[in-house]
């Protein structure tokens, strides 16, 4: 029990006619990260609504270190730090100005709050731009200042709620790279993404939610495992050849086919084998195939697999295309 | 490297307050973002150069433009005028709790300040505070104005001064209506949207700018009564002369009502989690 940092149990929340979380089970042991894996509307930013205080579970309990969200509010919010989608940070304040109120609203002692504050801006290399209203930062310095203003305080259990969304790539690996240290130093985070490289490459665990609920848990590794297939990518010139190559491949394969565009992607078993019956097929139908690849399965896959549709994040806060992350622009098969 | 972000013990975290401690927190949170709400105030002087020239504009207009036509009882008009501009001024200044607490709202600061150990009050008392700061500044600039267009105080320079003090408690007393509709609206604009319009009658059908003996009977008995016309008569008789005793009752019951019913209901949509 005491090795666990955050506890969610049967943990209901209902706004109006949407289930938000559904009986959600969670545990995330002391010094781990932990990535919460889902689509918008999957529920992850409601259970760091419910574990952070902002929200009250209608059901189930909730406690971190052991403190009861709702029982022990003040003590949960003294031991937590919250980053979130939107860098609230103030827009007319200095990022020195942000970080020091910060210091003062979290009772640091006041001699030791210019340090404190001076320190981050260093680590987080905002040094230069510490004492320019934060309303000139880009996109990626102002989502630095707001995760250093939620560090201010040295909290043991750190919530990021989609802290890269809508970053470009430049600044997320960046951004990852910071977290990456921080989980080296003991801290304990509980990390949502829509993004599946992002879940992959920092969180040491990962529930997969949907519908409010937890449908799959372990390590990325063993998630992936519980698909033994490997994914055949083609791309042709053109949508229509895209389309009926997908019909002449999907007897090939454990699941019918995806075309998005002109790309086709299809879950095989020996991919090496299939991989030249495939294009045997298709070149006999004289279709001619632009590009084709074997991948190991991404956790979208595994998401797809799980769901029965695609991690499909809407509108322009779907990351800038790695080949990893154009299976997430996918929409739901036919 | 140093470990700059190693988390702290958890018992330097979590430490059980006494009651005194809990009160020390609670006015340090709201001086920290009185603070910070007062150098929004200095980054963006257009804040409060906006809520400084509609009322010299109602001053120089009601004054030079409709103040010949206007007949007041045994006054010059801009005496009768002026204690008016003062409240008129406090009024829509209130309006300012509500739309920095509508903007904090929608930039997600109100929920970073609601994840931290902070006093549930002082998000509140912090802005208010702020804005009874910037209130003192406007009343102090109309007083200014006032001077310059021929505004004499007609009793003494305490009475004035009490006269200031009583209107500037009403606006504070209103910050907290208007915090209430801030906390309640969307965003900015419609926490403005939302303001005006119970603000408008108010200020308009009082005893701001004409007596209200010349309105139709049936207005007379709202205007004579409502509480901006009870501390614009008390401002008026404190700073001009006249009986002051029943106006100045009545308005500090006003403001005291208002702070008592809405200072409470405000923090507990504060609360409120959702």
Known sequence: MTDAAIVLEQVAKRFGDVQALDGLDLTVPAGTVYGLLGPNGAGKTTAVRVLTTLTRPDAGHARVLGLDVVDRPEEVRAVIGLAGQYAAVDANLTGRENLRLMGRLTHLPRAAIAERAAELLERFELTDAADRPSRTYSGGMRRRLDLAAALVHRPPVLFLDEPTTGLDPHSRRELWSIIGELVREGTTLLLTTQYLEEADRLAGRVAVIDGGRVIAEGTSAELKSQMATTVLALAFHEPAAAARAAELVTPLATAPALVEGTDVEVAVDDGAQTLVEALRLLDRAGLVVASVALREPSLDDVFLALTGHRAAPTGDDRPSADHSELALTGRKPR | ?274
């Open chain 2, 1 to 274: 490297m140093t470990a700059t972000t190693t988390p702290a013990p958890l018992g330097a975290l979590v430490r059980r307050r006494t009651a005194l401690g809990r009160l020390r927190w609670a006015i340090s949170d709201a001086a920290a973002l009185t603070g910070r709400n007062l150098l929004t105030y200095v980054r963006l002087p257009q804040l409060v150069v906006f809520s400084t020239i509609q009322p010299i504009m109602f001053v120089l207009i009601f004054r030079y433009v409709f103040g010949g036509a206007i007949q007041v009882p045994g006054a010059s008009f801009v005496d009768y005028l002026m204690p008016g501009i003062f409240v008129q001024s406090v009024a829509f200044g209130a309006v300012g709790t509500g739309i920095g607490l509508a903007e904090d709202m929608g930039k997600g600061l109100i929920e970073r300040f609601r994840s931290l150990p902070m006093a549930r009050s002082s998000v509140l008392a912090g802005r208010t505070l702020a804005d009874l700061v910037r209130n003192v500044f406007v009343v102090f600039l109309m007083v200014v104005v006032g001077f310059l267009v021929g505004f004499r105080v007609g009793t003494g320079p305490l009475a004035f001064l009490a006269g200031i003090l009583l209107l500037l408690a009403f606006g504070y007393a209103l910050s907290w209506i208007f915090a209430l509709v801030g906390l309640g609206a969307s965003n900015a604009e419609t926490a403005q949207a939302a303001a005006f319009p119970t603000l408008f009658p108010l200020v308009f059908a009082s005893s701001a700018f004409v007596p209200v003996e010349t309105m139709p009977g049936w207005l007379q008995a709202f205007a004579a009564n409502q509480p901006v016309s009870v501390t614009v008569d008390a401002a008026r008789a404190l700073m001009t002369g006249g009986p002051t005793t029943a106006a100045v009752l009545q308005s500090l019951a006003w403001t005291v009502g208002m702070l008592v019913v809405f200072a409470p209901l405000a923090v507990r949509r504060y609360r409120r989690a959702t």
